[in-house]
T-cell receptor, first 115, second 111 residues
Framework: GAGVSQSPSNKVTEKGKDVELRCDPI?????LYWYRQRLGQGLEFLIY????????KSGLPSDRFSAERTGESVSTLTIQRTQQEDSAVYLC?????????????FGQGTRLTVV | ELKVEQNPLFLSMQEGKNYTIYCNYS?????LYWYRQDPGKSLESLFV???NGAVKQEGRLMASLDTKARLSTLHITAAVHDLSATYFC???????????WGAGTKLIIKP
C-alpha cells in the first residue's frame, strides 16, 4: 500500500506474555520511528531507525522493550513479559529523511491492552 | 536538553472565536511540522514550515515560524466545531533529521 501499515490493529494479551508489533513503512523511507501514546497523552518517543546507522534507543522505557529493523523495510517492536502499564497505542511513523524533506507519515497504530 | 513545549496544553473555546497555540523549542532548527490527531485516530500532517518567516494557511488555520525566537504559532480564525482535535508540533534536529515532539494541545470547540 501507499501508507504506513501496522499490525495487528488491536491486541489483547495477558500480563506476563510477550507481544510483537509490526510496522511496514512507506517504500523508500529510510527513517522509522516508534512511539507510545497512552490514553489522552502525547507521543512518547521509543526508538528511531535511520538507514544503516545505529538506532536511537534512548526512549525505550525498560529492557523488556526491543525493536529491530531489517535494512529499510519492516520493523518489529517486541515487548517481553508485558505489564498493565504497557497498555497504550503504539504508533509507527516513517519519513524520507532527505535533507529537504523529513515529514513523518504515521500508521494507524496498534492498540495494546494488557489484562 | 532538547525540548519542544506547547501551550496551552488544553483549550476550550466557543465557535467563532480566534485563538493561537504556541510551540517553543530549545535547539537550533529551521524545520517545523504541525500535525492534527482526532480522537482514536492517528496523526495527520497539517503544515510543513521550512524557513524563518514561513507562513502557511489552510482554511481557518494559519501556521508561522520564527527560527530566531525558536517559536511557531498555529492560529485559528473563527473556530468551528470540526477543528476540535489535538494539535502537535514537531521540530527537526538538524544533525540527524530526527523529529522531536511537543506534548500536544487538546482543542475543544463548543458549538
Amino acid at each position: 500500500g501507499a501508507g504506513v501499515s501496522q499490525s495487528p490493529s488491536n491486541k489483547v494479551t495477558e500480563k506476563g506474555k510477550d507481544v510483537e508489533l509490526r510496522c511496514d513503512p512507506i517504500s523508500g523511507h529510510t527513517a522509522l520511528y516508534w512511539y507510545r501514546q497512552r490514553l489522552g497523552q502525547g507521543l512518547e518517543f521509543l526508538i528511531y531507525f535511520q538507514g544503516n546507522s545505529a538506532p536511537d534507543k534512548s526512549g525505550l522505557p525498560s529492557d523488556r522493550f526491543s525493536a529491530e529493523r531489517t535494512g529499510e523495510s519492516v520493523s518489529t517492536l517486541t515487548i517481553q513479559r508485558t505489564q498493565q502499564e504497557d497498555s497504550a497505542v503504539y504508533l509507527c511513523a516513517s519519513s524520507l529523511q532527505a535533507a529537504m524533506n523529513t515529514e513523518a507519515f504515521f500508521g494507524q497504530g496498534t492498540r495494546l491492552t494488557v489484562v | 536538553e532538547l525540548k519542544v513545549e506547547q501551550n496551552p496544553l488544553f483549550l476550550s473555546m466557543q465557535e467563532g472565536k480566534n485563538y493561537t497555540i504556541y510551540c517553543n523549542y530549545s535547539t537550533t532548527s529551521d524545520r517545523l511540522y504541525w500535525y492534527r490527531q482526532d480522537p482514536g485516530k492517528s496523526l495527520e500532517s497539517l503544515f510543513v514550515l521550512l524557513s524563518n518567516g514561513a507562513v502557511k494557511q489552510e482554511g481557518r488555520l494559519m501556521a508561522s515560524l520564527d527560527t530566531k525566537a525558536r517559536l511557531s504559532t498555529l492560529h485559528i480564525t473563527a473556530a468551528v466545531h470540526d477543528l476540535s482535535a489535538t494539535y502537535f508540533c514537531a521540530v527537526v534536529i538538524n544533525s540527524n533529521y530526527q523529529l522531536i515532539w511537543g506534548a500536544g494541545t487538546k482543542l475543544i470547540i463548543k458549538p
